[in-house]
């Protein structure tokens, strides 16, 4: 590690309290690689917020997009857009300026609490729109019949909002329980969660992530189920009137939704689940780099779901390109 962080002997040493050899020594990164990391994650915010932006004035914009899946999909835009303005930026700031999440804390009590705030709740946001999407999927593809009687706008615009708020509240008050900044006697004040409360931090990972992420994996599974049953019946009929014709197509529409947006919940959990296993489990095996890599590894999650809805959903390519040329008015 001495080509990365450079010298921890001699005059070259940086202390959390310079006037103390006592104190905590700052885990420093070269000039080099410290500018190089500041690059990256400006790069990756960047076009984090350029591409929710895009998803979002493509739904928001264009009335045929107007329709509960596209609302929850405009939802999580919104929730990536927080990640990518707000979270990516102070993470970066927080991680990188103090080098360690452990040692040499010096931003304050304030900015440590919104900086595990605002993390926790864009990861809430995100999660919850997954169980509404997830739901939203079940619905369309095992009672197709019922879709729209049962999933509407309004419902949907409700649930949404009500997600939002439970969200809000509960990470308000979880934070109280969970943040804690202290002045030892040898560092200066650190931002870390509460070691006493455990069982604080294990009913929240079982709430907040635990439950949802069963209840996705759940209607998933019998989403496939339905889907396979109903691909062998679609194959099996050698003639269709002009209805059944619709009918099959609209089948294939809702399954090729639901494959899309599982493959979005994929990419949640393969963002999420490894960060909280190292961190949970072996945490006392992570250097610097790989705090910085593990921390920032859940929120490129943000930047890949545009890039997913691009590859999958013809109708973001073609609102994208009106967005960019500047045809709006025409469109």
């Known amino acids: 590690m001495a080509d990365l962080t450079g010298s ?180 200066l004040n650190e931002c870390f969660t509460v070691e006493g409360l455990i069982w604080v931090n294990i009913v929240d990972l079982v709430i907040t992530m635990v439950v949802p992420c069963s209840i996705i994996i759940t209607l998933y599974l019998k989403i496939f189920v339905v889907a396979r049953s109903q691909a062998r019946k679609v194959f099996s009929k050698e003639a269709a009137s002009v209805s059944g014709v619709k009918t099959i197509q609209a089948n294939k529409s809702e399954r090729k939704a639901a494959k899309t947006l599982s493959i979005v919940v994929v990419n949640y959990l393969i963002c999420w689940i490894p960060s909280l296993f190292l961190f949970f489990f072996f945490s006392f095996l992570i250097d610097n780099l790989t705090t910085l890599f593990i921390s920032f590894l859940p929120l490129v999650n943000s930047l890949i779901n545009p890039i997913i809805y691009a590859f999958f959903y013809p109708w973001f390519k073609v609102t994208a390109k009106h967005i960019l040329t500047l045809k709006l008015r025409r469109s």
């Open 8 to 187: 921890h002997t001699g005059p070259n040493v940086q202390y959390c309290f310079q006037d103390r050899n006592s104190s905590c020594r700052k885990a420093l990164l070269s000039t080099s690689i410290y500018i190089t990391l500041y690059i990256f994650f400006s790069l990756i915010s960047a076009v984090t917020v350029f591409l929710n932006i895009l998803v979002i004035i493509s739904i928001s914009h264009f009335k045929q997009l107007h329709t509960p899946t596209n609302l929850l999909i405009l939802s999580l835009a919104v929730s990536d857009l927080l990640v990518g303005l707000i979270v990516i930026p102070v993470t970066t700031v927080a991680l990188m300026e103090s080098s360690t999440m452990e040692s040499c804390w010096g931003f304050g009590e304030y900015f440590c609490v919104f900086q595990f705030y605002i993390a926790f709740l864009c990861a809430s946001l995100s999660l919850g729109n997954l169980v509404l999407i997830s739901i939203d999927r079940y619905v369309a593809v095992c009672d197709p019949l019922m879709y729209h009687s049962k999933i509407t706008i309004t419902r949907m615009m409700c649930c949404i909002s009500i997600t939002w708020c439970c969200c809000i509240i509960y990470r308000a008050a979880i934070i109280k329980n969970l943040v804690n900044v202290q002045v030892p006697s040898r560092c």
